[in-house]
Nanobody, 121 residues
């Protein structure tokens, strides 16, 4: 299977920065698009940012100009640099990867376990 492990979450003051990392491991043929989602208590999971294999990013309106997504294909890793953090950014952040298990497989979605980001004074 494809196993995703997120790291980099924590407690930060408003206006601060964090960088999240997500490394893919396990048995797979190819990784396609990668992205980050977040979920606050009592709310639905929402897309934060995504990036294609050609490094084309897409961002939710709420994070445009503050967050930057990037990927390192040699390390099978996607990053999310979060600057100018706000209390409303507080959530459990999940890594998402679209990947092919084998050369004959269709693209499937895989999820990490989540890393907590808390923005508070």
């Amino acid at each position: 299977q494809v196993h995703l492990v997120e790291s980099g979450g924590g407690l930060v003051q408003p206006g601060g920065s964090l960088r999240l990392s997500c490394a893919a491991s396990g048995l797979f043929f190819r990784i396609d698009a990668m992205g980050w989602y977040r979920q606050a208590p009592g709310k639905q999971r929402e897309l934060v940012a995504s990036i294609t294999t050609t490094n084309i990013p897409d961002y939710a309106d709420a994070v445009k100009g503050r967050f930057t997504i990037s990927r390192d294909d040699a390390k099978n890793t996607v990053y999310l640099q979060m600057n100018s953090l706000k209390p409303e950014d507080t959530a459990l952040y999940y890594c998402n990867t679209r990947a092919m298990r084998t050369i004959m497989s269709a693209l499937s979605d895989y999820w990490g376990q989540g890393t907590q980001v808390t923005v508070s004074s």
